[in-house]
């Protein structure tokens, strides 16, 4: 019963649904970034009703679940006719949409806590010598704080990166085609107990595998200078 | 006030549902977080151990539960532990389908998503340990034992509590994912109040608002825990 055939034809329709899923997590990191980003500058901003907001945005999103987050999206918003009667209702109407959203929505506020631990790690002195030198403001931010910054924030970069890959199986939850969901329908379909969750989770693995991989390979051309130099 | 009946604790409300929910929300993850602790404190004593092959498996358990969807992981234990569990009912000769418990279920799920991390966060509480100390308990003729219990475990505990109390936020959350077992935990039960009453948005929200305001108080838990185990040591001027 367990034959090769099964397990290749299980493997080439969760390859298919990889899309679904790396469209999602792709999407969300990349919108995540942006917010992420404007909340970090909020929370730095040093004016105290923005960096107030910023600071419930971040409790508010890091504090409940995900799957939460995506039924408040997907079930709760849809259920008010003023909305489904809106201009928001071509957006909203469609899964996929609701699922980029929400993942986009949970990622920023992690990323802001990076992004913003990042800000705090640039050594003062580097700040301090860039503005004796006459530089201020985006040249500043350009040319001295974002470097530093990136560097320090890629280990805990890679890491929510890649919790947001095993985060997108949830959006099987709300009739998107996933690799997840495909699994469970092959597994509900032929009933074959483990195979398709098996294949489905390699597939996972190696994902995640490969952006580990990618974050090390990216972590050390940033870092020159701390490769040993006999190396 | 349409909400305030529909969150109440009357006839038509689901508040007592929602806070039943919130109850085994706390349950299952303290299970999980247990579980995950006896896991995870061996799979660091494996690493440290210095036997190769033990150091490799509990490496290969971290990696492979770190890189894998929690869903997928719910769904593995569940469906897995319900078939070993009747095979091995058939064995002892009990016919037909033997269900695990969703709550065993439920709780091994998230706690070998969270054994896998805390294995990390024990290991590192124990090279914090201050190697003169441990020379010392030896110096004045400790078993292993009671060094391990007088020594390490205490210090262990005291260096690991923040990195636990992340961990703890992990496992409330990932909780939620168990509702698709059918466990009533306070998503599922979310899940069940917006379902029969068609009002998703007050549901879910409330459902989150419950969440939030675990993991706050927890958060202030484990602050309060950190603040008294550490307060005989030296603090760094900050």
């Known amino acids: ?231 | 006030m349409d909400w305030l009946t529909a969150l109440g604790f009357g006839e038509r409300g689901w508040g007592p549902a929602l806070l039943q929910g919130a109850m085994m929300t706390l349950f299952v993850s303290g299970a999980g977080l247990a579980i995950g602790a006896a896991l995870g404190s061996l799979v660091a004593w494996a690493k440290l151990s210095g036997v190769r092959i033990a150091g490799a498996i509990g490496e290969g358990y971290a990696a492979l539960f770190r890189g894998l969807p929690e869903l997928l992981v719910v769904y593995f234990v569940y469906f897995g532990s319900s078939a070993l569990l009747t095979a091995t009912a058939h064995l002892l000769g009990v016919e037909g389908f033997v269900g695990v418990p969703a709550f065993a279920a439920g709780a091994l799920a998230v706690g070998v998503i969270s054994g896998s991390y805390q294995a990390e966060v024990f290991r590192g509480a124990f090279l914090a340990v201050a190697k003169g100390e441990i020379e010392a308990a030896r110096a004045v003729g400790m078993g292993r034992l009671l060094m391990f219990r007088r020594i390490i475990a205490p210090q262990v505990l005291r260096y690991a509590i923040p990195g636990l109390g992340n961990l703890w936020q992990v496992a409330l959350k990932d909780s939620s994912l168990i509702s698709v077992t059918g466990l009533t935990e306070l998503m599922r039960a979310s899940q069940l109040a917006s379902n029969s009453t068609h009002k998703p948005f007050t549901y879910y929200v409330a459902g989150g608002a419950l969440y939030l305001l675990l993991t706050a108080f927890s958060d202030r838990v484990f602050d309060f825990a950190e603040r008294r185990a550490t307060r005989g040591m030296r603090r760094e001027a900050t």
């Open chain 1, 1 to 231: 019963m367990m034959s090769l055939d099964f397990i290749a034809a299980t493997f080439m329709r969760l390859m298919a649904a990889l899309q679904v899923t790396l469209s999602v997590w792709a999407l969300s990191v990349f919108i995540g970034a942006f917010i992420g980003g404007g909340v970090a500058w909020m929370r730095v901003s040093g004016v105290k009703p923005v960096e107030w907001l910023a600071r419930a945005y971040v409790f508010v999103f890091r504090g409940t679940p995900l799957l939460v987050q995506l039924f408040i999206v997907y079930y709760g918003l849809s259920s008010f006719p003023v909305i489904r009667g809106s201009v928001f209702w071509l957006f909203l109407r469609d899964a996929f949409n609701c699922a980029a959203l929400s993942c986009a929505l949970c990622t920023a506020a992690y990323q802001s806590e990076i992004f913003r631990g990042a800000l705090a790690g640039v050594p003062h002195g580097q700040v301090e010598a860039a503005r004796a030198c006459g530089m201020s403001g985006f040249l500043l931010f350009r040319r001295v704080i974002f470097p530093i910054a990136l560097r320090q924030a890629l280990p805990a970069y890679s890491t929510e990166v890649i919790s947001m890959v095993k985060a997108t199986a949830l959006v099987s939850l709300v009739t998107l085609w996933d690799v997840m969901s495909v699994a469970l329908k092959i597994r509900n379909d032929t009933l074959v107990t483990y195979t398709p969750l098996l294949i489905a989770g390699a597939i996972y693995f190696v994902v995640n595998y490969l952006i580990a991989r990618a974050f090390i390979f990216i972590e050390q051309w940033l870092s020159p200078h701390l490769r040993s130099r006999s190396a």
